[in-house]
């Protein structure tokens, strides 16, 4: 059964950069064609697709964010992360890794892990 889970910090000050990881178990990351997505959920609000790295390395970025996101890919640990820079009080939210696309659908999760962008 395939694992996901986040780690980074859960404090981020604004204009500076959030950066998480999201360490993937029971299955491989380059593993066709599978895409591997970062999605947030801002208090009160639904869930954000934030962008995704496909098994080939391409990557995708939802439009509201593509200036300030970028998506990696470490695959000999099996990782991929996350960076959101400069961030703002808006992006304070759950963010959770998965497998999947939108179009395609979320069949694993992780668990989630908040992070609060306060001064």
């Known amino acids: 059964q395939v694992q996901l889970q986040e780690s980074g910090p859960g404090l981020v000050k604004p204009s500076q950069m959030l950066s998480l990881t999201c360490t993937v178990s029971g299955g491989s990351i380059i593993t066709s064609y599978y895409a591997w997505s970062w999605i947030r959920q801002p208090p009160g609000k639904g869930l954000e697709w934030t962008g995704a790295i496909a098994y080939d390395g391409s990557t995708y970025y939802s439009p509201s964010l593509k200036s300030r996101t970028s998506i990696s890919r470490d695959t000999s640990k099996n990782q991929f992360s996350l960076q959101l820079s400069p961030v703002t009080l808006e992006d304070t939210a759950v963010y959770y890794c998965?497998?999947?696309?939108?179009?395609?659908?979320?069949?694993?999760w992780g668990q989630g892990t908040q992070v609060t962008v306060s001064s």
């Open positions: 998965a497998r999947g696309s939108t179009a395609a659908g979320y069949d694993y």
